[in-house]
């Protein structure tokens, strides 16, 4: 009798972790087919900042600030963000040295906390890089040079980081070592040329022959005999120039953008939001 008691208790155990299993199992199985089936979502915001750029571009849960104007425009990049509920930026990345893309820097990273700065290798000089180094010696903040494709991920939103192939060029040397930010999200992709001219433009288009759905033109809109062939095969429906009443974009520009049938946004009409739900892309001007 004790042994059959025995056995029915065993028996008895046993049927019901077989039962556990089998619940885990099919609930493992389910959880995968639930998070595939969501698209991931991003918002950029494009400051009208003159002929500078700044972009902050959020996911979900994570900021990534894009180059920050000029001397002066950290305090309104900050602004911004704290409308926004964001206080520390997952990545700055600044595409070049130039003033008008390094000049708020300081003052960002003395106002938000940022994990990781990534800063190209190439030169850098006048007021405005003084300010920047000495802000990180400051500071204590050590950036990432990148000098290979560095990647990192989002939210499901994949950031691309290419650098140039070279850490100095004969033409235009501070514009050609220029970053260039390519982002995914979902079926949706976007490209951030910085300020990069013919030699790094014609790098970028040998190298990468995907399109694209939006593109960041490179230079504040200055024609480049290489916009030609990026243009073409990239074939983006929108194209954004950070530009300003006093700098406008170039006309020549603007005709082969029209040619090829993109709609173009221009911030010195006012800042831009473009939002992408991972399936397509839309963008408006932003009340001030």
């Not at 990545?91 to 990781?116: C, E, M, T």
């Not at 990192?152 to 050609?176: E, W």
Request: net charge negative; glycine share 8%.
């Amino acid at each position: 009798m004790k042994k059959l008691r025995n056995l029915s208790l065993w028996l008895l155990a046993a049927a019901l972790l077989l039962s556990a299993c089998g619940g885990a199992g099919k609930q493992s199985q389910t959880a995968p087919e639930q998070e595939s089936g969501q698209q991931p979502q991003l918002q950029v915001f494009f400051f009208s900042c003159g002929k500078a750029d700044a972009m902050l571009l959020t996911t979900e849960h994570g900021a990534v600030l894009l180059d920050a104007g000029n001397k002066g425009f950290g305090k309104e990049i900050l602004a911004y963000c704290r409308d926004k509920g964001i206080y520390s930026l997952d990545y700055l990345i600044l595409s070049h040295f130039d003033k008008d893309h390094i000049g708020g820097a300081p003052r960002v990273l003395q106002g938000l906390p940022v994990r990781q700065l990534l800063q190209p290798d190439g030169p850098g000089e006048g007021s405005a890089w003084e300010n920047y180094a000495a802000a990180l010696q400051e500071l204590g903040v050590e950036p990432v040079t990148v000098r290979e494709d560095l990647s990192f991920t989002l939210d499901g939103v994949r950031f691309t980081v290419n650098p140039p192939k070279a850490s100095n060029y004969a033409d235009s040397a501070a514009n050609n070592v220029s970053l260039i930010v390519s982002v995914e999200c979902g079926d949706c992709r976007l490209l951030f040329t910085g300020d990069a001219e013919n030699l790094r433009l014609e790098e970028w288009t040998a190298a990468h022959r995907e399109r694209c759905d939006f593109i960041k033109m490179p230079h504040h809109g200055a024609w480049h005999r290489a916009l030609e062939p990026l243009l073409t095969q990239a074939q983006p429906s929108y194209a954004l120039i950070t530009c300003s009443d006093a700098e406008p974009e170039e006309a020549k520009t603007l005709r082969k953008l029209e040619k090829l049938d993109v709609q173009v946004f221009l911030t010195r009409l006012g800042p831009v939001l473009l939002d992408c739900d991972g399936r397509s892309i839309s963008l408006h001007y932003v009340d001030k």
